[in-house]
C-alpha cells in the first residue's frame, strides 16, 4: 500500500491546522469532498473484475485582504482502495493514502502566484492534446482526475486579455504527460507560456526546459546520467461559425540514442453543436506523432490518430457521450460509451469500451487499472 511521505503529511497537517487556528469572521473556511465506487468487468486485467472506491477530501481556507486581493490554500487527499478477482481462484488487494493538492495561493484582479501541489495545464485542442505536458487528465474519466505536479506557477492578466505564465517545478520524478524518460528530480524545471488575443481567437507561445536522464550505457549523456530537454509550443483557438484549432509541441532532446529522437506532436480539430432534438455537440480531432529528424519523414516514424466524439443530453438529468479514435498505423480503434444520471449529490456513469490490448497514448488520467481490450464499467460519484 502507498503512504505519503512523512514531510509531505507533516506540510499538510500545518496547512489545516493554520486554517482551523486563524480562521476570522471574514474569512472563509470550507470543507469538500467526493466519494466514488466502481465495479469493471474487462479483459485488459490481469484479473477480469475489479471493484474499489475513492474518496478525496478538501479544505479550503480563504484570507480576505483590501483592495480585493486574496490569500487561499487548498489541502485535498487522494484516498482510494480496490480488489481484483477471479471467481473461485485468486484476489489481489491494492490501495494507498497521498495527496492530491497542496498549495498556497496570493491572487489580484491581474495577479496570481500559486505554490505547491498543483495542477498545470493549458492549450487549445480537447482530448487528444499535444500540450498535455504535466497531466494526464482523461477526458473520458468521470472524474477527470490527473496527478499534480510541486512548484511554483505565476499568471499575469493584462487589459486586452493577454496574459504571461512563469513556473518553477521540483521534485517531479515521475514521468508526465507525453514523457518517455524520468526527469532528474533534484534539478528544477523551467518554463513560460504567452497568450494572446486575436481577431475571433487567441494563440499561445510556452515553453519547458527540464533534465531527464540519459543513457551513459549507450554514450549519450554525461556521466551524471544527464539528458537536458527542451519543449516548445504553440496553439491556436478561433469560435467562428464553427469553433476550430491547432496545438502543436517540439521536444528537442540533447542526446538522442536510437529509438528516443525528437518527437513532434500536432493536432488540428473543430467542434459544432447541430439543432437536432435537444443539440448534439460534435468533436473532430486529427493527431499526428512524429519524429522526424532522425529518418526523416516515412511511415516508418509517425503515427496518426483520427477522434470524433459525440455528446447528446437525453434531458435534464441524462447525457450521453462516446468517444471513437482510430490508430491509422495499426489499424486499430478505440471506442467509448458514457451514459451518465444525474441527482441531487449523487452521479451514475455506466460505461462500456472496446480497445486494442495494448494503449499507445497516454490517456490513462489516475486510473490504477487498464482499459486495454473490451469491457464495461459501474460508477457511482458522490459529491458533499
Known amino acids: 500500500m502507498k503512504v505519503m511521505s512523512s ?32 465495479t469493471l468487468i474487462g479483459s485488459g486485467n490481469n484479473l477480469p473484475v475489479w471493484s474499489g472506491g475513492r474518496y478525496i477530501p478538501q479544505l479550503n481556507y480563504e484570507i480576505n485582504l483590501r483592495k480585493n486581493n486574496l490569500v487561499d490554500f487548498e489541502a485535498s487527499a ?4 480496490n480488489a481484483g478477482f477471479r471467481l473461485f481462484d485468486t484476489v489481489s488487494f491494492k ?3 497521498s495527496p492530491y493538492r497542496l498549495w498556497a495561493r496570493y491572487s489580484s484582479s491581474r495577479l496570481e502566484l500559486r505554490a505547491g501541489l498543483q495542477k498545470i495545464n493549458f492549450g487549445s485542442a480537447s482530448i487528444l492534446r499535444p500540450l498535455m505536458w504535466f497531466d494526464q487528465t482523461d477526458n473520458r474519466d468521470p472524474l477527470k482526475l490527473t496527478e499534480g505536479v510541486w512548484g511554483v506557477l505565476g499568471r499575469y492578466y493584462f487589459q486586452n486579455n493577454a496574459n504571461i505564465w512563469l513556473w518553477c517545478l521540483y521534485g517531479n520524478e515521475k514521468k508526465k504527460g507525453w514523457e518517455t524518460l524520468n526527469t532528474v528530480s533534484n534539478i528544477p524545471e523551467f518554463g513560460g507560456r504567452i497568450q494572446f488575443p ?22 549519450y549523456g554525461n ?19 464553427i469553433g476550430w484549432w491547432f496545438e502543436a509541441s517540439l521536444t528537442d532532446y540533447k542526446f538522442t540514442p536510437e529509438g528516443v529522437n525528437d518527437i513532434l506532436i500536432f493536432n488540428l480539430g473543430a467542434d459544432y453543436t447541430f439543432g437536432l432534438g435537444n443539440g ?4 473532430f480531432e486529427q493527431l499526428t506523432i512524429l519524429s522526424p529528424f532522425e529518418k526523416g519523414l516515412n511511415y516508418d516514424n509517425f503515427l496518426t490518430f483520427s477522434l470524433i466524439s459525440a455528446s447528446y443530453p437525453l434531458g435534464m438529468f441524462d447525457n450521453i457521450n ?14 467509448f460509451i458514457n451514459w451518465q444520471r444525474n441527482f ?19 490517456l490513462q488520467g489516475m486510473n490504477e487499472i487498464s482499459y486495454a481490450g473490451k469491457g464495461f464499467q459501474v460508477m457511482i460519484i458522490f459529491n458533499h
Open 78 to 81: 487522494n484516498i482510494w482502495g
Open 322 to 335: 462516446t468517444v471513437i479514435y482510430y490508430d491509422w498505423k495499426n489499424r486499430k480503434s478505440y471506442n
Open 7 to 38: 514531510k509531505r503529511s507533516i506540510l499538510i497537517i500545518i496547512i489545516f491546522s493554520f486554517a482551523l487556528v486563524h480562521t476570522k469572521a471574514q474569512d472563509s473556511l470550507s470543507f469538500l469532498g467526493q466519494a466514488s465506487a466502481y
Open 280 to 283: 448534439i455537440t460534435v468533436t
Open 344 to 362: 441531487n449529490k449523487f452521479t451514475l456513469n455506466l460505461m462500456g469500451y472496446l480497445n486494442p490490448d495494448n494503449y499507445i497514448i497516454p
Open 223 to 241: 556521466p551524471d546520467n544527464y539528458n537536458p530537454e527542451n519543449r516548445y509550443g504553440f496553439d491556436a483557438k478561433f469560435d467562428t461559425k
Open 95 to 97: 490501495g494507498g493514502v
Open 198 to 219: 486575436l481577431p475571433s481567437g487567441e494563440a499561445a507561445f510556452s515553453y519547458h526546459h527540464r533534465t531527464s536522464e540519459g543513457f551513459p550505457h549507450l554514450g
